[in-house]
């Protein structure tokens, strides 16, 4: 039994950081350009993303790597996407119902009542809400889409896999959501939220980089988001 004890203990590793509720956002000194090209990038990528509400994987692999400085919040997904649906539409289009595209859910204090939504397709056509509230007690669905998050930036590029994408949150813009409990993080803080991918391909898919584990439909359950912990 002697010989399997170090590769049972590399299983257990392995599978608690593949259903950790903990998503790193590792600190960088310098600025990324945020042009869909990721070969400067320098954090680790997660994943590959699972079928949210199951965690059996994808179709289509897609991974994430997020990092933050001083001055912003930095995304970045790899997707793998033989079919790429969609087009270059206006900002702040109903793009989650028609086109392949990748988002971010960002809740800073964790009280699944005001959390960010932004969404960016293989085309860099972007949007960005504020979920007010989903839930009875307050009403419910009560989304703001008129949100403008000042220098948000978002850069899609097609690739002879799929598509990579690259975001640019300014923390500067975001404390000035009201309501919204946001703040500049530092080294330590965590914040709610996920990552997610809808494909629209020959199977519509609803993927995640963590599965909620109640295995409800929706990306919306606030109360299921991951952590995202600002690391050195």
Not at 127 to 137: A, G, R
């Given at each position: 039994?002697?010989?399997y004890?170090p590769?049972?203990?590399?299983?257990f590793?392995?599978?608690?950081f593949g259903?950790?509720?903990?998503?790193?956002?590792y600190?960088?000194?310098?600025?990324?350009?945020?042009?869909?090209d990721?070969s400067?990038?320098?954090?680790?990528?997660?994943?590959?993303?699972?079928?949210?509400?199951?965690a059996?994987?994808?179709?289509?692999?897609?991974?994430?790597?997020?990092?933050?400085?001083?001055?912003?919040?930095y995304?970045?997904?790899?997707v793998?996407?033989?079919?790429?649906?969609?087009?270059?539409?206006?900002?702040?289009?109903?793009?989650?119902?028609?086109?392949?595209?990748?988002e971010?859910?960002?809740?800073p204090?964790?009280?699944?009542?005001?959390?960010?939504?932004i969404?960016?397709?293989?085309?860099?056509?972007?949007?960005?809400?504020?979920?007010?509230?989903?839930?009875?007690?307050?009403?419910?669905?009560?989304?703001?889409?008129?949100?403008?998050i000042?220098?948000?930036?978002?850069?899609?590029?097609?690739?002879?896999?799929g598509?990579?994408?690259?975001?640019?949150?300014?923390f500067?813009?975001?404390?000035?959501?009201?309501?919204?409990?946001?703040?500049?993080p530092?080294k330590?803080i965590?914040?709610?939220?996920?990552?997610?991918?809808?494909?629209y391909?020959?199977?519509?898919?609803?993927?995640?980089?963590?599965?909620?584990k109640?295995?409800?439909f929706?990306?919306?359950?606030?109360k299921?988001?991951?952590?995202f912990?600002?690391?050195?």
């Amino acid at each position: 039994m002697k010989l399997y004890q170090p590769l049972l203990l590399v299983l257990f590793i392995y599978a608690s950081f593949g259903y950790s509720q903990t998503i790193p956002v590792y600190k960088i000194n310098e600025k990324p350009v945020i042009d869909g090209d990721l070969s400067d990038w320098k954090t680790p990528f997660l994943g590959p993303f699972v079928i949210h509400n199951s965690a059996e994987k994808a179709t289509q692999n897609t991974m994430v790597s997020l990092s933050w400085n001083g001055e912003n919040l930095y995304i970045a997904y790899k997707v793998v996407d033989s079919n790429i649906i969609g087009s270059n539409q206006k900002k702040d289009s109903s793009i989650f119902n028609t086109d392949d595209l990748v988002e971010i859910f960002i809740d800073p204090d964790g009280d699944g009542k005001n959390y960010l939504e932004i969404g960016v397709n293989a085309f860099s056509t972007n949007y960005d809400m504020l979920i007010k509230c989903i839930s009875p007690d307050c009403g419910g669905w009560n989304t703001a889409l008129n949100l403008d998050i000042i220098g948000l930036e978002t850069v899609s590029k097609i690739t002879a896999e799929g598509f990579c994408t690259e975001i640019k949150i300014p923390f500067s813009s975001l404390e000035k959501i009201e309501n919204a409990n946001f703040s500049k993080p530092k080294k330590g803080i965590k914040w709610k939220g996920n990552t997610f991918r809808i494909d629209y391909g020959n199977t519509t898919e609803y993927l995640a980089l963590q599965a909620y584990k109640s295995k409800n439909f929706g990306f919306h359950q606030p109360k299921e988001f991951a952590v995202f912990e600002f690391m050195e």
